[in-house]
């Protein structure tokens, strides 16, 4: 029967014989198949070979993205690439922003908290230039890894870049000083005028009281720092005026732009001590001349009181016995005392009596002993205010023996023991000048400047009164007739007295012509006087004999011999 399309044809068309299809039954599994199972694989071995390789995956939060983008920004460490950051979101609190990166696998051992994160860019400070060579490669990620430490995926930029990474060798010291002063990051750090480090950190304590400074010292420098080692302040120009004078002391220039530190370890007595650990602390002393004075434990008290002017002289100014520092000033104030109308000064000194050497078995002078105190203050011993420099005009406490002061004792006030004073050496002076221009007031100076007008005025009047004038007119005649008797002498006088002195001594070579050695006179003189000295042997022969024969005046010298 012919189906519904046949009968619609025309009775008399042809139509060619339609072929039969054939079925042919074929196996269930095709070669065309492994094609996709054979990529399907691939592709999960690939997927697997690049999550396996790929890195861990971290987030740093910055203050700022200056300089980054997602997916071009590098993660570098030493100049290589180890990671690049793939997002950058801003922090939940808007203070900052979190950059997410993806580093290369092996990374994991060094992501730890110690771990430090910063972006370099061109940086130029006081203390050093960094960065440059991101002019032309543009910013990066830096990374200073550390080993050591508890791992983590999450990290805190830093907003400078550290001074000294993990892998420079050397030690890390830590300072504590109660002022920063003028250190700063990258501030040098000084042995024997020799940069051997650097300041890299710092940071206020918790309570305020004090800031810690860490330092780093490098190889082989480090090995130089003890125990005992004194790191001291060396920043800037160390000026000090105190009653020693002028003090000028300088590390060197960069030391006075950027500030500095400075260490050495005292040659004394002691020992130098082990050789210091990492992190150890050490105080940060003022200057040079602090680090190296030595430290006591025993320290005293004493107040003493001052009625003169002590201007210029300072708290911490020093106290001398013999030219020797002992101790310093610690309180300067001003009293008033309302019962006598008076002012006083007390000041308040601290000594330390180890500074003075004494004999086995004898306490410490100025210590708690008061027996030897008294002694010496029966002695003489008494505080006193001298000048230290006359450039400065700083003022020191001198103690010293003075056996002309006034006796006294030794007293306590306010907790204190009293040491008795004498007014400064200036402060005599000024007495002496004082009582010696009180004597000067009294001296009747206008009495007698009143006496003296008086005489002056009778002067005056005898001066111009007409007895002068009439002297000083018989002066002038006086005067004209000495003038001519002097004339009358050169003119008369002395031509005479001339001849007579001439005739005078013709006289006398006529004498000496007569008496002379030779002359006849002289030897008739001389036979004359040989005569007289015979005839007074002969009376005194004849006196004698009469002497003892007085009967020959009766009967003769024949007489005598009956």
Request: proline fraction near 6%; avoid cysteine.
């Amino acid at each position: 029967m012919p189906s519904e399309g046949q009968a619609q044809r025309p009775a008399g068309s042809a139509e060619p014989a339609l072929p039969e299809a054939e079925v042919i039954q074929r196996d269930r599994f095709s070669l065309v198949w492994l094609l996709p199972l054979i990529a399907l694989i691939v592709g999960g071995w690939l997927a697997y070979k690049t999550w396996s390789e790929q890195g861990p995956t971290i987030t740093i939060s910055f203050k700022t993205a200056s300089g980054l983008q997602a997916g071009k920004t590098k993660v570098k460490f030493k100049d290589v690439e180890i990671g690049q950051v793939t997002r950058i979101d801003v922090t939940d609190d808007l203070e900052g922003v979190k950059v997410t990166a993806q580093l290369t696998s092996g990374s994991e051992r060094y992501l730890t908290e110690e771990t430090r994160f910063w972006v370099a860019r061109p940086r130029v400070t006081a203390s050093r230039v960094s960065g440059l060579e991101t002019l032309l490669s543009g910013a990066y990620i830096a990374i200073d890894p550390v080993m050591d430490g508890r791992s983590t995926r999450h990290f805190k930029g830093l907003a400078e870049p550290p001074v000294i990474t993990t892998d420079e060798p050397g030690t890390r010291f830590r300072l504590r000083s109660p002022t920063l002063g003028s250190l700063n990051l990258g501030s040098p750090v000084y042995y024997r005028h020799i940069q051997v480090g650097q300041v890299i950190n710092y940071q206020l304590d918790d309570d305020g009281a004090a800031v810690t400074i860490d330092v780093f010292v490098t190889k082989p420098h480090d090995r130089l720092v003890y125990t005992n080692t004194r790191f001291w302040n060396a920043s800037g120009i160390d000026l000090d005026l105190s009653a020693d004078g002028v003090a000028l002391n300088t590390e060197s220039l960069v030391s006075i732009l950027l500030g500095g530190v400075a260490f050495d370890t005292p040659d004394t007595l002691e020992t130098k001590g082990a050789q210091a650990s990492a992190n150890q602390f050490f105080p940060l002393y003022a200057s040079r001349a602090a680090a190296h004075e030595r430290t006591y434990l025993n320290k005293e008290r004493y107040l003493m009181l001052f009625s003169g002017s002590v201007r210029g002289l300072s708290i911490g100014a020093p106290v001398m016995l013999h030219g020797i520092q002992v101790g310093e000033v610690l309180d300067i104030q001003l009293r008033f005392d309302p019962d006598r109308l008076a002012f006083s000064i007390p000041v308040l000194i601290e000594i330390e009596p180890e500074r003075i050497s004494v004999d086995q078995g004898v306490d410490q002078v100025l210590a708690g002993d008061s027996d030897v105190l008294k002694k010496l203050i029966a002695a003489g011993m008494r505080g006193q205010l001298k000048t230290g420099s006359l450039l400065t005009g700083q003022l020191y406490v001198d103690l010293d023996f003075h056996p002309d002061a006034p006796p006294a004792e030794l007293s306590e006030r306010n907790g204190y023991r009293v040491l008795p004073t004498v007014p400064a050496p200036i402060e005599a002076i000024t007495t002496k000048l004082r009582d010696v221009l009180a004597k000067v007031d009294a001296f009747p100076l206008e009495q007698i400047g009143s006496e003296l007008t008086v005489i002056l005025g009778s002067i005056r009047e005898i001066a111009t009164g007409p007895e002068l004038k009439r002297a000083i007119a018989d002066l002038e005649q006086t005067l004209t007739d000495l003038s001519a008797l002097a004339e009358q002498l050169d003119t008369r006088i002395a031509p005479e007295m001339t001849a007579t002195l001439t005739e005078a001594r013709r006289a006398v070579e006529n004498i000496n012509g007569l008496v002379g050695p030779d002359a006849p006179l002289n030897n008739e003189m001389v036979r004359t006087l040989r005569d007289l000295s015979s005839a007074a042997r002969s009376i005194r022969t004849f006196a004698d004999y009469l002497d003892r024969h007085p009967e020959a005046l009766i009967r003769g010298k024949g007489g005598m011999r009956q």
